[in-house]
């Protein structure tokens, strides 16, 4: 192909052309904010743990049942929407993650009752909130093998004694594929193989919402998120292990509350592509994001792994500590992003909304508990 360099000339008018065309279309027709290609990218197991098997890694089947309990318990979550306001948490209660070198310096940590030695970036420090959460991931850690999770709650660092502190501990295998790495000879599915999970008996890394799953345009697992204590039950179905709700023992209605590990599918047959954010184009980092997680609750769900403050419903995500939301995700609101999923008859939050805002959320359904 001829080049300018080997004598064939580029007439003005066509590079002006091409200018104008690049320009109009990096600002979305006037609208300054950044457009993010929908190119779905093979992610790191850092970014996407656990064995393809893990339940909440696995698409929704066509054909899955709907649990018999489903209209009641969705009823009440709905009403919890439309009193409380849907969160996304990236700060506080959810972990910052960093990945360790083999240079980092080990510090000593106990888990399940013994000692062991785990390495910590000069830079790692325990997120917020009450839990203080903090996950650690080595690839090659010399007494456990490859792909190995430290996850910390009420974790504090003391570098000068060598020590972490932390009020619960455990180790996990995090490899995204069906090797068998965990001392039973079981897949890594979230599963601590020692110390104990969180209270849904799962690393706290199962379903949490990463920016490089946000900025490929597909979110390939099923959304984590906490419900109102007061309406979850002391049941729990796979995936999770164990229940640590309700907080304090009290149910506020047996018929309507969630059991954890209660997986909720958004209708297949909403529109994600015409989803909306107040005061956003089509083209924001902020509409972007609501498609990205839309498409994610038809294909994947959402899935109750944690419990949260009386009629609370909270997304997890990565903590922006570690985490780069405003590339992805856009401009917060009030210290959260939850304002862009929340939908019409959303308690006021200064936004105008109409039937095409935020996440229909009475369009989900309870799936069935799997035989």
Known sequence: MSSPRSGTRVPFLVLLLVAAVALVSGCGGGDAEPEIT???ESHAPED?????????????PDGAETDPRSDA????FVENANVHRVNIATTGEVPPIYRVSSDDPF??????GEKIRFRVPDQ????????????????NHPDFGRFVELRLFQAWIDRDAGEIYAEGESLSHYNHTDARLNPDGSRSVGVPFRGGGTGSGLSILAGLVRPSEVASGRIQHAVRFAYSAYDSTDRFRAPATKTDQPKGGYTRDPDVAMDMGMRLQLDPDVD????TVPGKSD???????????????????????????????LIEMEDDQTADWTSVAGDTREGSYGYIVRSQGSPDDGLDRNDTSGIPWDRLRVIAEAP
Request: hydrophobic share 40%.
């Open 48 to 60: 996407v743990p656990y064995s393809p098997s893990a339940r909440f890694n696995q698409l929704i």
């Open 38 to 40: 929908d190119a779905v």
């Open 283 to 313: 083209r924001s980092r902020e509409t972007r994001f609501l498609r990205v997680l839309c498409r994610a609750m038809q294909e994947y769900g959402m899935i109750m792994l944690d419990g949260t403050t009386n009629d609370g419903i």
């Open 107 to 112: 510090l000593s940590v106990w888990v399940d």
């Open 73 to 76: 318990v969705i009823s009440r």
């Open 272 to 275: 994600c592509d015409a989803r």
């Open 124 to 139: 790692a420090s325990p997120g917020g909130g009450e839990d203080h959460p903090l996950v650690l991931l080595d690839r």
